[in-house]
């Protein structure tokens, strides 16, 4: 690379939650399709098509359908998946012509923690800040849905 090319600047996200559940139950919630339809979106938004191969080498499309009615689809790959402790895949959204956009790089991992599961989310090669705030608040949203699921999902087991 000479000194005129200048590698394009990328963005890292970093999310931690603290789970009050099993590490076993947190990373099911990741690969059970059933429970990724009830959690795994922003507030407000639906998921009207799903499909996936939940293993190294598989691959996945959803849609997320805003409250608007407007359509957001996704793929990826699944690069890794060590069970109960981690999951990683790739992460592309369409663009509005329907091409893939930016490929970014998602590694979540899961370990006990005091009791509980500490899951660690990190989206690599996101292509700006307003890209990597946006999906921070996606994410975001998606975690507390999934702790909610969570907290559901254990009292219906008592």
């Known amino acids: 690379m000479s000194g005129a090319e200048k590698k394009p600047e990328t963005f890292t996200l970093v999310i931690e939650r603290l789970f009050d559940d099993t590490r076993q139950r947190v990373f099911e919630a990741w690969t059970d399709p059933d429970q990724l339809e009830i959690w795994c979106k922003p507030f407000d938004f639906t998921i009207p098509h799903q499909e996936g191969d939940i293993r190294p080498g598989g691959a996945y499309r959803t849609c997320l359908r805003g409250p608007d009615g407007t359509e957001h689809w996704l793929s990826g790959v699944y690069q890794e998946i060590v069970p109960f402790e981690c999951i990683v895949f790739t992460h592309v959204w369409d663009t509005?012509?329907?091409?893939?956009?930016?490929?970014?790089?998602?590694?979540?991992?899961?370990?006990?923690?005091?009791?509980?599961?500490?899951?660690?989310?990190?989206?690599?090669?996101?292509?700006?800040?307003?890209s990597m705030d946006g999906h921070e608040g996606g994410w975001s949203e998606a975690f507390e849905q999934l702790e909610e699921h969570l907290f559901t999902e254990a009292i219906g087991m008592i």
């Not at 893939?100 to 509980?116: Q, R, S």
Request: proline fraction near 3%; hydrophobic fraction near 35%; avoid cysteine.
């Open 96 to 130: 509005a012509n329907g091409s893939p956009g930016v490929k970014t790089l998602v590694t979540v991992t899961f370990a006990d923690f005091e009791g509980k599961t500490k899951m660690v989310f990190i989206q690599e090669g996101l292509d700006s800040k307003e």
